[in-house]
């Protein structure tokens, strides 16, 4: 299947600091990248949807000003976590798709711990 | 997007057939069964989808019911590695942004 990497794995951060997760499709063009959270013992939940070019799409209850997407290319999508938290500490996982007519693959995850 | 349930755990014999079921009672024409598993502490990984017919790859079988109204993902002869958390996913595979909503899934154990 298509690779999508996201960078770094892991990141701790100070409260009150911002930090970037970069997605990336290594081997195809993603149209769209969709962006997931996840908090221990909890299933995935998606935050926001991005298409190159456009502006996301915030999930009801999503902050877009304090989880600032960015899809400025066709194989990188940043996540900017604003102004973390402890409470944002969690698991963030980014998915690809090349195109409607192909399936989505995810990033491994990064894990974000907020002091 | 339909809704879908699993059972929250279950256990397995390694070497044996894993068979995870779902039900889907309220899934349209135009659905597909997507499914899919993570690891602990990874992204999740794509198993295998299917419309109406029985499905088969490297990974696993999908056998879908004659009403479409649940199916069951089979692990012929499970290994320790194949324990990880299973989700199966109802969606429309070609909208414009159509997007992959998780459920809680079925945490499968392989027990050596």
């Known amino acids: 299947g298509a690779v999508v990497s996201q960078h770094p794995s892991w990141v701790i951060c100070k409260s009150g600091t911002s930090v970037k997760i970069e997605c990336r499709s290594l081997?195809?063009?993603?149209?769209?990248m969709f962006w997931y959270r996840q908090f221990p013992k909890q299933s995935l939940m998606l935050m926001a949807t991005?298409?190159?070019?456009?502006?996301?799409?915030?999930e009801q209850g999503v902050e877009k000003d304090k989880f600032l997407i960015n899809h400025a290319s066709l194989t990188l999508s940043t996540l900017t976590v604003t102004s973390a938290h402890p409470e944002d500490s969690s698991f963030y996982i980014c998915?690809?798709?090349?195109?409607?007519?192909?399936?989505?693959?995810f990033g491994q995850g990064t894990r974000l711990t907020v002091v | 997007d339909a809704k879908t349930t699993q059972p929250t755990s279950m256990d397995c014999a390694e070497g044996r057939a894993a068979n995870l079921p779902c039900n889907h009672s309220?899934?349209?024409?135009?659905?597909?069964v997507y499914w899919y598993r993570q690891i602990h502490s990874q992204g999740p990984q794509y198993i295998i989808h299917?419309?109406?017919n029985n499905e088969t790859n490297e990974m696993a079988s999908l056998i879908i019911t004659e009403d479409r109204k649940s199916s069951t993902l089979i692990l012929p002869h499970a290994t320790l590695r194949d324990t990880a958390v299973y989700y199966c996913?109802?969606?429309?595979?070609?909208?414009?942004?159509?997007?992959?909503?998780f459920g809680p899934g079925t945490s499968l154990s392989v027990i050596p």
């Open positions: 991005s298409n190159e070019g456009s502006k996301a799409t915030y």
């Open positions: 299917g419309l109406k």
């Open positions: 998915s690809a798709r090349a195109s409607r007519w192909t399936e989505a693959f």
């Open positions: 309220t899934i349209s024409g135009n659905e597909y």
């Open positions: 996913i109802v969606r429309v595979a070609e909208t414009s942004y159509d997007k992959v909503i």
């Open positions: 081997d195809f063009q993603a149209t769209t």
